[in-house]
């Protein structure tokens, strides 16, 4: 069956400079009916006017859409009153709803929800909302912007004690599991296969580990659940999704898939697997890889990849070091990891109209080819997954739009 696929407009100036019917035209001519809208800005200043009503409640005032935008905003209402008519779907990516501060922030869930009904004033015909994210970080190298060993936030201290854990015992489990990551040196050599038990056998061993992955999730299911709250009494038919990392990498940053599926309508996990830049799998086995070597002096790149591999049962096949990660995925990765994570998906999320994972080819860092595109699409399709979205429109080179075609029976 074809894929239906969804298409980011990561850049919404797209529609100003090539006129939203050649973009509309361009998407149905390769079978895609459904626009995910990216930031709603138009250089780093809002690209929708604000409703001051909206945010007495708000200690955070939005930025006010500076006068020169206006005719641009114009001009994507239009776009998206256009693609309406031709019975596009349309959803919302990132529309300025972040208020700074941690996820426990109360002021994150005042803010937030307000901006969702804001922007519904602007752009009415709007379907449903995309959460990016929101997840704790889940990489271990120090200077990471997203560290899996934060928060230690006032915010997250109030709320973890208000919801009955014991937050100082929370982060002494957080410091000895960082310690373990650190004394890697006396375990024997050789790579070793690690199942469900073994992970068991780490809690049981400490169970204020466990309480802290049950604070983090419990912080993901209570924001979202208030933003999906939000979407629901603006129209009952609005949907709410949000995007979490891969299954293997979702527990660390807070996310279980079965229980957030009782709270939103559906799940992106992202289908990212560049080396190097932001957010694909080849550069956080990379980075972990080097971190773990750096901590553990006589650890080799490639005893540091088996340790990854044993952590989250991902690896690339053909590796022997950290070098070989720049070298484009073989086959035998998609048919291995990227087929076992979308069985996992589709295992912990059940119904697969409710999994649209993001895929893209890199955000910085090396960018996969359309070769691995191709590979990539067979593999989500041949896994019984039914749709995706895909990051994004203004990044796809030609070679990248044959493969799409062929992709959706065009
Ligand atoms: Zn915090």
């Known amino acids: 069956m074809a894929l239906d696929i969804w298409m980011f407009m990561g850049k919404i100036d797209a529609f100003e400079k090539e006129g939203a019917d050649a973009v509309l035209d361009r998407l149905q001519g390769v079978g895609i009916n459904t626009l995910v809208?990216?930031?709603?800005?138009?250089?780093?200043?809002?690209a929708y006017p604000f409703t001051p009503g909206l945010y007495t409640g708000c200690e955070t005032s939005p930025p006010a859409m500076?006068?020169?935008?206006a005719p641009?905003?114009?001009?994507?209402?239009?776009?998206?009153?256009?693609?309406?008519?031709?019975?596009?779907?349309?959803?919302?990516?990132?529309?300025g709803q972040n208020a700074p501060g941690c996820i426990n922030n109360p002021e994150k869930l005042r803010y937030g929800p307000s901006r969702t009904r804001d922007v519904v004033r602007s752009l009415p015909?709007?379907?449903?909302?995309?959460?990016d994210g929101p997840e704790w970080g889940y990489e271990i190298a120090p200077a990471h912007r997203s560290n899996l060993f934060r928060c230690d936030c006032d915010c997250c201290r109030d709320r973890a004690t208000a919801w009955g854990y014991d937050f100082d015992a929370l982060l002494g489990a957080r410091d000895r599991l960082k310690?373990?990551?650190?004394?890697?040196?006396?375990?024997?050599?050789?790579r070793r296969e690690r199942g469900l038990m073994d992970g068991l056998d780490f809690?049981?061993?400490?169970?204020?580990?466990?309480?802290?992955?049950?604070?983090?999730?419990d912080s993901i299911e209570h924001y979202v659940r208030t933003f999906a709250e939000t979407a629901r009494q603006l129209h009952p038919s609005r949907a709410m999704a949000c995007g979490p990392r891969l299954p293997a990498f979702a527990p660390l940053t807070g996310y279980n898939f079965r229980r957030l599926s009782e709270i939103v309508d559906f799940q992106c996990p992202k289908l990212y697997f560049w080396q190097h830049g932001v957010d694909g799998l080849k550069g956080t086995l990379y980075r972990y890889a080097e971190t773990l070597c750096a901590w553990n002096?006589?650890?080799?790149?490639?005893?540091?990849?088996?340790?990854?591999?044993?952590?989250?049962a991902l690896w690339v096949p053909g590796t022997s070091g950290l070098d070989d990660l720049d070298d484009p995925l073989p086959p035998e990765f998609f048919q291995t990891v990227v087929t076992a994570e979308i069985a996992k998906m589709r295992e912990r999320i059940g119904d697969i109209a409710r999994i649209r994972p993001w895929m893209?080819?890199?955000?910085?860092?090396?960018?996969m080819g359309s070769n691995e595109l191709e590979q990539l699409l067979n593999v989500i399709a041949a896994g019984g997954l039914v749709t995706f979205i895909y990051w994004h429109y203004s990044d796809m080179a030609g070679s990248d739009w044959e493969v799409v075609k062929k992709t959706t029976g065009q």
């Open 37 to 46: 809208l990216g930031d709603l800005i138009f250089d780093a200043q809002p």
């Open 66 to 69: 500076p006068p020169e935008n």
């Open 72 to 95: 641009r905003f114009e001009i994507l209402r239009e776009a998206v009153r256009k693609a309406k008519e031709r019975g596009f779907g349309i959803y919302l990516h990132d529309w």
């Open 125 to 131: 015909q709007v379907d449903g909302f995309i959460l």
């Open 179 to 190: 310690s373990r990551l650190q004394n890697l040196g006396h375990l024997p050599k050789g």
């Open 203 to 217: 809690l049981i061993d400490d169970p204020n580990l466990f309480d802290w992955f049950r604070f983090k999730t």
């Open 297 to 312: 002096p006589g650890l080799t790149g490639s005893e540091a990849l088996d340790r990854v591999r044993e952590l989250f």
């Open 360 to 367: 893209g080819l890199h955000h910085g860092g090396v960018r």
